[in-house]
């Protein structure tokens, strides 16, 4: 699936080494850092292309080929060339970089509007003249909210996965660890409710402890990287390979569905029926998403084997709004569905790197990073705060809601019934307020919107607008046939 690249041989030269002495601080410090690259290629002589693409060192993986543009530099077999490869992509070296290039914590400022995080507004847009300490209450509040979010990152040092000697997903897992955490933040919001907060000075709910338990990078955790590889291998999905938004939202669900018919219901590591929403009855020819009331209810019964009407629910909704960019007339779209009391945010992000949105402040989206490496915790309820830790960030990164990849997938909680009827009123309004191009659709049936097409006339068109339409078609067939997510 991937793209190979050329391997080439780079000398301080030829990436800008007079940057150092010429340029501002912030291309100093990149020049500092291309330049401590392409020394290590130069001592040690690009002689190791033969050789595999990981080199393990203290049980982590080490890419030999640091990617510099559209070529590559080698670093073989040193140990040196190894030590500096790990300064460079450190903890500290990256807190460093993003202090000097910017792109740490966001900015946030009361004149760009509230934030809305994951179906909760936070009003931090009040006159500050008149609500000084009820504005910083608000962005401590926020702050508070966005930090008890649960992050997944990258990992190392954990059990190979399966017959490989992969011991970490740097530079590969960034979509795993993006739905992990969507996934994650279903569980929160079922267990705990949309209310909780992590507290320092209060012992840990045993339920947050389990959830994140159940993230652990083994096969004897229920949703670790391990197993999502073996449920998705029908999808493409391989070790040390990327995987796009659509074959990740089906690799959940087959997880879910063996998991299902494995262990009792009551014992059921994911509490909720998962329903992937699809372009037509067929499930895969694109077209805008529909979400068939029909279909919800069968996956509840499904899930309960019977025995119940209706489940607590988990959709998602893989898109794709654009070919190359995504379509500016979503992006109004996609700020509102951070306003449902359903909204679990959007594994989304740039071409090759994966995020997890989570929230928005006028036109940019708030995310979850899961690009910084840590070492593999095990989380056994004793000294939890110390092994807890890793899974929260006060650090908060935005990206231009017009610049994320047009290949993404929405995700929503319902709790009940009546939740899932409010989730459907309101995807239907904003379905209405597209102008003809919705990010999805809703139908009570196959047979109804099969009625409805034919009264549309021979094309079945439903109202869309012919130019933006015929797109949309277009782009959904591209996303269900590759994934455009590249190795990172």
Same mark, same amino acid.
């Given at each position: 699936?991937?793209?190979?690249?050329?391997?080439?041989?780079?000398?301080?030269?030829?990436?800008?080494?007079?940057? $150092?002495?010429?340029?501002?601080?912030?291309?100093?410090?990149?020049?500092?850092?291309?330049?401590?690259?392409? $020394?290590?290629?130069?001592?040690?002589?690009?002689?190791?292309?033969?050789?595999?693409?990981?080199?393990?060192?203290?049980?982590?993986?080490?890419?030999?080929?640091?990617?510099?543009?559209?070529?590559?530099? *080698?670093?073989?077999?040193?140990?040196?060339?190894?030590?500096?490869?790990?300064?460079?992509?450190?903890?500290?070296?990256?807190?460093?970089?993003?202090?000097?290039?910017?792109?740490?914590?966001?900015? $946030?400022?009361?004149?760009?509007?509230?934030?809305?995080?994951?179906?909760?507004?936070?009003?931090?847009?009040?006159?500050?003249?008149?609500?000084?300490?009820?504005?910083?209450?608000?962005?401590?509040?926020?702050?508070?909210?966005?930090?008890?979010?649960?992050?997944?990152?990258?990992?190392?040092?954990?059990?190979?996965?399966?017959?490989?000697?992969?011991?970490?997903?740097?530079?590969?897992?960034?979509?795993?660890?993006?739905?992990?955490?969507?996934?994650?933040?279903?569980?929160?919001?079922?267990?705990?409710?949309?209310?909780?907060?992590?507290?320092?000075?209060?012992?840990?709910?045993?339920?947050?402890?389990?959830?994140?338990?159940?993230?652990?990078?083994?096969?004897?955790?229920?949703?670790?990287?391990?197993?999502?590889?073996?449920?998705?291998?029908? *999808?493409?999905?391989?070790?040390?390979?990327?995987?796009?938004?659509?074959?990740?939202?089906?690799?959940?669900?087959?997880?879910?569905?063996?998991?299902?018919?494995?262990?009792?219901?009551?014992?059921?590591?994911?509490?909720?029926?998962?329903?992937?929403?699809?372009?037509?009855?067929?499930?895969?020819?694109?077209?805008?998403?529909?979400?068939?009331?029909?279909?919800?209810?069968?996956?509840?019964?499904?899930?309960?084997?019977?025995?119940?009407?209706?489940?607590?629910?988990?959709?998602?909704?893989?898109?794709?709004?654009?070919?190359?960019?995504?379509?500016?007339?979503?992006?109004?779209?996609?700020?509102?569905?951070?306003?449902?009391?359903?909204?679990?945010?959007?594994?989304?992000?740039?071409?090759?790197?994966?995020?997890?949105?989570?929230?928005?402040?006028?036109?940019?989206?708030?995310?979850?990073?899961?690009?910084?490496?840590?070492?593999?915790?095990?989380?056994?309820?004793?000294?939890?705060?110390?092994?807890?830790?890793?899974?929260?960030?006060?650090? $908060?990164?935005?990206?231009?809601?017009?610049?994320?990849?047009?290949?993404?997938?929405?995700?929503?909680?319902?709790?009940?019934?009546?939740?899932?009827?409010?989730?459907?009123?309101?995807?239907?309004?904003?379905?209405?307020?597209?102008?003809?191009?919705?990010?999805?659709?809703?139908?009570?049936?196959?047979?109804?919107?099969?009625?409805?097409?034919?009264?549309?006339?021979?094309?079945?068109?439903?109202?869309?607008?012919?130019?933006?339409?015929?797109?949309?078609?277009?782009?959904?067939?591209?996303?269900?046939?590759?994934?455009?997510?590249?190795?990172?």
């Amino acid at each position: 699936m991937g793209r190979p690249e050329r391997s080439v041989s780079l000398s301080p030269a030829d990436i800008g080494l007079h940057s $150092i002495f010429f340029y501002e601080p912030t291309h100093v410090f990149c020049g500092f850092i291309m330049v401590l690259k392409s $020394i290590c290629e130069r001592i040690i002589g690009a002689t190791c292309s033969s050789k595999s693409s990981v080199e393990t060192i203290d049980n982590s993986q080490v890419p030999a080929s640091l990617k510099v543009g559209s070529g590559e530099i *080698y670093f073989g077999n040193s140990g040196w060339a190894a030590a500096v490869w790990k300064v460079v992509n450190s903890g500290s070296m990256r807190r460093f970089q993003e202090r000097v290039l910017g792109t740490g914590r966001t900015e $946030i400022s009361s004149s760009d509007g509230d934030i809305w995080l994951l179906g909760v507004c936070h009003n931090i847009s009040q006159q500050e003249s008149t609500a000084n300490v009820d504005t910083r209450n608000e962005f401590a509040a926020f702050e508070q909210d966005f930090s008890s979010k649960i992050l997944v990152t990258y990992r190392k040092g954990f059990d190979a996965i399966g017959d490989s000697k992969y011991t970490s997903d740097v530079n590969w897992g960034c979509m795993f660890r993006s739905s992990q955490m969507l996934v994650a933040q279903a569980l929160l919001f079922h267990k705990l409710g949309r209310s909780w907060r992590k507290n320092i000075d209060k012992p840990l709910d045993k339920e947050y402890i389990e959830i994140l338990q159940s993230f652990g990078d083994s096969e004897a955790s229920a949703f670790s990287i391990h197993n999502l590889l073996q449920a998705g291998k029908d *999808y493409g999905l391989a070790v040390g390979s990327w995987v796009g938004p659509y074959a990740m939202c089906r690799t959940w669900e087959v997880l879910a569905r063996n998991q299902r018919e494995t262990d009792n219901l009551a014992e059921q590591p994911l509490p909720m029926a998962i329903y992937v929403v699809s372009g037509d009855e067929d499930g895969e020819r694109g077209g805008a998403p529909v979400v068939c009331i029909e279909d919800a209810s069968k996956r509840c019964s499904d899930f309960s084997r019977g025995k119940l009407v209706w489940t607590p629910l988990l959709l998602l909704v893989p898109l794709v709004l654009g070919l190359d960019k995504i379509n500016p007339r979503y992006i109004p779209l996609l700020q509102s569905i951070f306003k449902f009391p359903q909204s679990l945010g959007i594994l989304g992000g740039k071409p090759g790197a994966s995020t997890y949105l989570i929230g928005v402040q006028g036109d940019k989206a708030l995310y979850l990073d899961p690009h910084e490496v840590q070492q593999v915790v095990n989380i056994n309820g004793e000294s939890q705060e110390t092994s807890t830790s890793s899974y929260h960030s006060n650090v $908060i990164r935005h990206i231009p809601l017009d610049s994320i990849d047009p290949s993404l997938a929405i995700g929503f909680y319902c709790r009940d019934k009546d939740d899932f009827d409010d989730f459907c009123s309101r995807a239907s309004k904003l379905a209405e307020e597209s102008n003809g191009a919705p990010l999805f659709t809703v139908a009570q049936s196959w047979r109804f919107l099969s009625q409805t097409a034919s009264n549309n006339g021979p094309g079945g068109n439903l109202g869309f607008q012919d130019d933006d339409s015929v797109d949309m078609d277009v782009a959904n067939e591209a996303g269900n046939n590759e994934d455009d997510w590249q190795l990172l």
